[in-house]
């Protein structure tokens, strides 16, 4: 018979925190949907055909889209106060 050999707990290796920022390259408008793309790991043009998607959808979608256009900030302004 044998017995069970417990392993010790070992904490995960913390991530390193995202930033959500309007890059500089890659950008077709305002670089909304880039920012939001890199900042969940999503592909760029999957968000910009879902954010397209959602204009046809009633709602207040360019008015969110502007709102994040005024306050996210740039590339350069994000990774400065980093």
């Given at each position: 018979?044998?017995?069970?050999?417990?392993?010790?707990?070992?904490?995960?290796?913390?991530?390193?925190?995202?930033?959500?920022?309007?890059?500089?390259?890659?950008?077709?408008?305002?670089?909304?949907?880039?920012?939001?793309?890199?900042?969940?790991?999503?592909?760029?043009?999957?968000?910009?055909?879902l954010s397209v998607a959602s204009i046809l959808i009633p709602g207040p979608q360019v008015l969110a889209y502007i709102v994040?256009?005024?306050?996210?900030?740039?590339?350069?302004?994000?990774?400065?106060?980093?």
């Amino acid at each position: 018979m044998t017995t069970p050999t417990s392993t010790p707990y070992v904490q995960p290796a913390p991530t390193p925190k995202r930033k959500l920022f309007r890059p500089k390259h890659g950008r077709v408008l305002g670089g909304v949907c880039a920012g939001l793309a890199d900042y969940l790991g999503w592909s760029r043009g999957l968000v910009r055909v879902l954010s397209v998607a959602s204009i046809l959808i009633p709602g207040p979608q360019v008015l969110a889209y502007i709102v994040l256009w005024i306050l996210m900030p740039d590339e350069d302004k994000a990774l400065r106060t980093a």
